[in-house]
Structures are given as C-alpha cells and as structure tokens.
C-alpha cells in the first residue's frame, strides 16, 4: 500500500488520472488529505464511492504514529517515529512565547560528517521519503494540538538529522506540500532550510523555493572550516557565498549565517576578520549558537562571556548577531545531538 500524505498536487493528479477519476477528485483529495486531515479514504465522503474504493485497493492515508515521546525540564519535546526498515528518525518540538517550532529531519543519520556533530557520527542510514518527513509535521501538529488546544506548529526548521540538499528531490516536495494552497499553505517565512553549504542542489533550492536560508559556517578560515567541515573540501564557502550574493536578501526572503562558537578556538580576531572578508556587504544575520557537547569529540563549548564578546566584535563590523538560546540539552534534544544510534533500543 502506498501513502497519500507526502504527494503533491502533480502527483495525485497523475494518481486521478491513472484511476480514470474526474479531474476535479485531485483538489478535493489533497483538501481531505492536508486541510480536514483525515484518517481513512473512506471518510472522503464528496468522492464518489468507487473511486473511494478504487482508491483503497492501492493507498493508504499514511499516518504513521511518533512512538516515544520524551519532554525536557524546559519543555521541549524529543520525538523518535520508527520507520520501514526500522529506520528511527528524530524530531523536536521547541516552545518559545507564542511560537511553536518544530525542528524536522531529512534523512535517517548524515554523509557530511561534521567532526562536531552527533549525527555525523552515527553514519548514513537512508534518505527519508517525502511521505515520512510530512508525517513528521502532520503527526506532531495533530499530537501537539491534542494536548493543548492552543497549541500549533508556526514554525519550521530543517536543522534536525541529515543534510536536506543531499535529499533534495524529497525536500522539494515537502516544501512544496508545506507552502502551497493546496497543502498545508504555510508561509515561507515560517520555514526555514539549513545547509552546511552542500553545492550541488543549492542553486536549484534557492530559485524554485522561498524559504528562509541558513548557511552552517561556523568558521570562515579555509583551513580551519576544512578540518571541522568536510564538504568544504568539495565545495568551499567562498563558491557558496559568491552563489548567495547573486540573490536578493534585502526583502521578504532571509539568509542567516549559524555559527557554534567553540572556547578558544573560532572568535579571535583574525575570525572576525575572515568573517568580514567573507560576509562584506552581504544582507545577512550571523546566529552564534551555543556548542552542545558530543561525546567522543574533543570540541568544548565558548563560556557566554566569550560568545558575548566575540558577539560585539561582529556587530562592530557592522553585523546584525544574535545568539540562540539552546533548549532541550538534558533530553540530547538540541542542535547535533540528535542520533539514534546509542539513545533508543535500550
Ligand atoms: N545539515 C544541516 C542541518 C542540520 S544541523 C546543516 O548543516 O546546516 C543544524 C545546525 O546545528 C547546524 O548549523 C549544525 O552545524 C549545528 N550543530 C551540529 N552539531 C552541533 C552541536 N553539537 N552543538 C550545536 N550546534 C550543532
């Protein structure tokens, strides 16, 4: 059986098609599918029976249930959904005011490899299908709204496991299901796609999509990004940078550069001097983000006083800088803690 969530409209055309259905069954599926949200093809009751039936013989909604839930001190919530193949996959929710984010994955583990990174190192498992990465959000969205009426996702960031440009043909579904009408219809400016600078579907990804941007920089000295990045071997920031320069970020559109600021080893001088060679003139945020320790690395995190300082020294050239509050630390819920290697199936 096939899933339904995680189609777009194309695809369910060609489905309606296939079926000899009448043209206008396509809006009406995807409103059951991504409006009403609905849990069985039976329960479409505006399509007529026999193409419900028809239907039924080869698809499925596609839910597929969170199996654990884990809730932190500060009330971020860790979620693991088990895939085909037994494939486990995480999945955060962060609470901050009125903003609910979900912090999404793309792919089971990760091929870059980042030495500071607790995903890196449980390996490449698989790509995650667009199917599972939409019933990550619909699931939450749904679980979350049944705790708290108030309760909804606002937000989305694709800074969970993986690296969503090396999944590129999944992710663009997914964004397409997240923000047009006929899907979930969010705005792009709730969304926001974070990349390590992966060059081969960045071009494709920032013309044919309208989401927010994050660049995982972290350090703009050549050689020192090399070692704690490998994909700069393959495909050096300076290449990225001078791809981003060629779009406008002065409008809607917004292009963040995050930054883990490490103790003594990312904020000198001679830092913010490549940050300001690299970054000059650019329409861009700098995001300093706290390091979250990862056993069996040698990185330990900037105290805030460092991170504080190293803050200033950019906003003297001219930066805007912010720094990320880190949540969800005590349930490895925060940014590169997340791998399923070690965590579940104790
Ligand atoms: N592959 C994408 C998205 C996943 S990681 C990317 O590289 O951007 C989301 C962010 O968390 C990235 O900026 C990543 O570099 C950062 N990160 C990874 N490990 C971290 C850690 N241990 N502490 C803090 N941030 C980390």
Redesign the pocket.
Same mark, same amino acid.
């Given at each position: 059986m096939e899933a339904l969530i995680g189609k777009t409209f194309s695809e369910i055309t060609k489905i309606v098609q296939d079926i000899a259905a009448p043209k206008f069954v396509s809006k009406q599926l995807c409103d059951w599918i991504y409006k009403k949200r609905v849990s069985d093809i039976n329960s479409m009751t505006n399509i007529s029976l026999k193409v419900r039936e028809i239907l039924s013989q080869q698809y499925t909604i596609g839910h597929i249930p969170h199996t654990k839930e884990v809730i932190s001190k500060d009330g971020t919530r860790k979620y693991l959904f088990e895939y085909f193949g037994g494939v486990l996959v995480e999945a955060v929710l962060i609470f901050d005011n009125d903003r609910t984010t979900l912090c999404i994955s793309t792919q089971a583990g990760?091929k870059?490899n980042?030495a500071?990174?607790?995903?890196g190192k449980m390996g490449f498992v698989r790509n995650l299908t667009s199917h599972e990465i939409i019933n990550i959000y619909s699931d939450l969205d749904a679980h979350i709204n049944s705790v708290d009426k108030r309760l909804s996702i606002n937000n989305i960031v !694709?800074?969970?496991?993986?690296?969503?440009l090396d999944n590129f043909d999944e992710v663009r579904n997914v964004l397409d299901i997240l923000t047009s009408d006929w899907g979930y219809a969010l705005s792009p400016r709730r969304i926001t796609v974070?990349?390590?600078g992966f060059m081969p579907n960045l071009k494709e990804f920032l013309d044919k999509t309208n989401t927010d941007v994050?660049?995982?920089l972290?350090n703009a000295i050549k050689e020192e990004r090399k070692n704690i990045m490998p994909v700069d071997k393959a495909y050096p920031i300076e290449e990225v940078v001078k791809l981003l320069r060629s779009y406008d970020w002065t409008k809607q559109r917004h292009l963040t550069f995050?930054y883990?600021v490490f103790k003594n080893l990312n904020s000198s001088a001679s830092h913010v001097n490549a940050i300001a060679r690299l970054l000059n003139g650019l329409s861009c945020r700098i995001n300093l983000?706290? !390091?979250?320790?990862?056993p069996d690395t040698p990185f330990v995190g900037a105290d805030k006083s460092e991170m504080q300082a190293f803050a200033t020294k950019l906003k003297n050239k001219g930066f805007n800088v912010t720094i990320r509050q880190?949540k969800g630390s005590d349930i490895s819920a925060?940014?590169?803690?997340l791998s399923t290697k070690e965590n579940h199936n104790k």
């Open positions: 990760c870059m980042c500071f990174c607790a995903t !694709f800074m969970g496991m993986g690296e969503p974070s990349t390590c994050a660049i995982s972290h995050e883990i983000i706290p !390091f979250n320790t990862v880190s925060a940014c590169g803690l």
